[in-house]
């Protein structure tokens, strides 16, 4: 029986990266009629400064997103991660289950500290995946759908897991499966190849935002860093251009088809032309999310509803598991 747990942190609002890799892929496995649970991560989204009525605002706008993306919170179970206490006491016991090396060697952990006096950094964000393990292991996951830069944090899970199992000799919890697919694993900035397109980068010109709107999207677009070739005809043609590459990823993923065909009907054109075509094809597949986005923020209350009526489905799962796990780690529940 599989079971699919994925989050997203609320940590600022969200974007096309978000959108094209995690929740259009999170709608598309609820609608193959698989057992799906899906978090707000806001216990993830502290570890860098979040302001109290800012971090709010961002987990209902993030909670709309993922419904105006597709998530129906009666087929999915959709809650914010800190009203289910499961996460939080089964990171504290997968803090003594993994080891100082395997953390300092992530490179989420690097690239936030990069530049940075780690003195100073949370202990939360050094912990961090201690408690990502604990979101998908609370729920015994099977398989975790995930944009391509999670793939190590996904790593650690699975060896956290298997120590566990071989610290108390027992068969508990599963070796969870990464679920990398598609064209927009890794959709990059707009204004830097080499970089990830990210919520929390400092300019905003580089991502296109869920509650963008179309003249927006039109100009980030029209902006975006390219090179002076036409695009090419072949894949083979992309190799050392990475903002052209990930123009055509993006195209690819919002039309559904794939980076061949893209080049088969654009190969030869000029950006000139080429991102009209993409600034089109963006409004018009983000405009009706957006638009949902914003019906849905008019009513705050109803998204709370949804998120506690949530966690109390998520509660009923981890639970038990946990309970279980402080029994195998040989704790008293005299309760
Ligand atoms: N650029 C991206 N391309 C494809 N997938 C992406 N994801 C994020 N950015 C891209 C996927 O979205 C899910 C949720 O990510 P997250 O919010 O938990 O954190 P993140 O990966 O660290 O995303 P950001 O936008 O870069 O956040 P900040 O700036 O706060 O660190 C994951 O499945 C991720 O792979």
Redesign the pocket.
Known sequence: QQRIF???????G?????Y????KRFAEKQDEGIETVYCL?DM??IT?WQDPTGLRQQTRE?AAAFIASGVDPKRSILFNQSQVSAHAELAWIFNCVARMGWMGRMT?WKD?TAGKNTENASLGLFAYPALMAADILAYKATH???????KQHLELCRDIATKFNNDFGVDFFPITEPM?EGV??????LRDGSK??????PSDQS?INLTDDGDMIAKKIKKAKTDAEPLPSELDGLADRPEARNLVNIYAALAGISAEQVLTDHGGAQFGSFKPALAELAVSVMSPITTEMNRLMQDPAEIDRILGDGALRANAIARPIVDEVYDIVGMIRSR
């Not at 969200?14 to 978000?18: A, C, K, M, V």
């Not at 975790?144 to 999670?150: E, H, I, N, T, Y």
């Open positions: 994925s989050g997203i942190q609320p940590s600022g969200l974007t096309l990266g978000n094209l890799g995690a929740l991560v993830h989204a860098v993030a989420q936030k975790v759908p995930v944009g391509d830069d999670q990398i927009a694993t890794r959709v990059m900035s990830k397109m990210s919520k929390s980068d991502r």
